[in-house]
């Protein structure tokens, strides 16, 4: 049996991931209602801005399976937000902290939950978060997005670090799905050009097709993750594949 925890199935890249893994037994982990014709498992609805509720939630997440020796079971941070796009002038406590909390505090605390609930267990034992090339490359008017892409690589890494002492480890990597057709481009496109200026080299992107769909993504996500070699590098890319 396959268990696969995704978190932000709502719309976008999260929404895709749905559709690629509907032979498995999928909990879904959302701030909104989630619209599909794929049967899920599980599903949670948590705001990740309010850091005690998800807190709170984590253990129930992921006592709700009750896998065995032999299963897998993945975790796919998904989930992400890009906003404040402002100059670092323009950004205050709230809009970093906010950035923050949904692109590193909320994977770390699930990474957190799915080592208490799993670390013992024989089972393949996964975990992917989705990360941005932006981890890697600064960009102006994208401060707090590529800081927290940063922090929650690191995450990921020290995780790997401890894994080493167990006896079955839990692997864990990054993935960068390059830029997608979804919903954050959008917000992107929209930003100011005085915060933003390289705003016309996406405007470009959308205008010339060159944005990956959402499912091409997902699919590559998917073959990461199911690999034999998952987890023998640290980060995965979507442009290694395509
Ligand atoms: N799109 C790109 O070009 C691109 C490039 C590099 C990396 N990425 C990364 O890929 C991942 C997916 O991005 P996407 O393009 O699919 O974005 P998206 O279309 O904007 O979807 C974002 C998802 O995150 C959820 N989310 C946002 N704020 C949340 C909160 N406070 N609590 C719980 N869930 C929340 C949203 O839920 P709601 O519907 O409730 O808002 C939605 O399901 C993100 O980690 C993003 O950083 C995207």
Redesign the pocket.
């Known amino acids: 049996m396959r268990y696969v925890f995704i ?10 991931l749905l559709d690629i893994f509907k032979e498995d037994r999928i909990i879904s ?4 209602e ?1 619209e599909t014709d794929v049967e899920l498992f599980k599903t949670f609805h ?5 850091e005690q509720a ?1 807190e709170e939630a984590v253990p129930e997440i992921f006592s709700c399976i009750q896998p065995e020796k032999g299963d897998e079971i993945f975790l796919i ?6 906003n404040p796009v402002k100059s670092i002038a323009n950004i205050d406590a709230k809009g970093f902290l ?1 950035n923050y ?3 590193v505090l ?1 994977p770390a605390l699930l990474m957190k939950g799915f080592v208490d609930a799993f670390g013992e267990l024989q089972a393949t034992k996964r975990i992917l ?6 981890a890697l490359n600064p960009m102006e008017g994208w401060a707090a ?1 590529c800081s927290s ?1 940063a922090a929650v690589n690191m995450v990921s890494d020290v995780l790997r670090l401890e894994m080493d002492r167990l006896d079955y480890p839990i692997l864990s990597a990054t ?14 496109r929209s930003a100011d050009p005085e915060d933003f200026p390289d705003i016309s080299k996406f405007k470009d992107y959308k205008s010339s097709n060159r ?2 769909p ?1 499912e091409t ?1 997902a699919y590559v996500a998917k073959r990461v993750l199911t690999s034999d070699n998952f987890g023998f590098s640290e980060s995965y890319s979507v442009s290694d594949f395509l």
């Open positions: 978190t932000g199935t709502s719309r976008g890249l999260g929404h895709a982990i959302s701030r909104s989630v948590v705001d990740f801005l309010d998800l941070n998904n989930a992400g937000a890009v906010d909390k949904i692109n909320a978060t989705v990360s941005s090339g932006a997005y892409k993935y960068r799905p390059g830029v997608i057709d979804t919903d954050m481009q959008g917000e992107i944005l990956y959402a993504v």
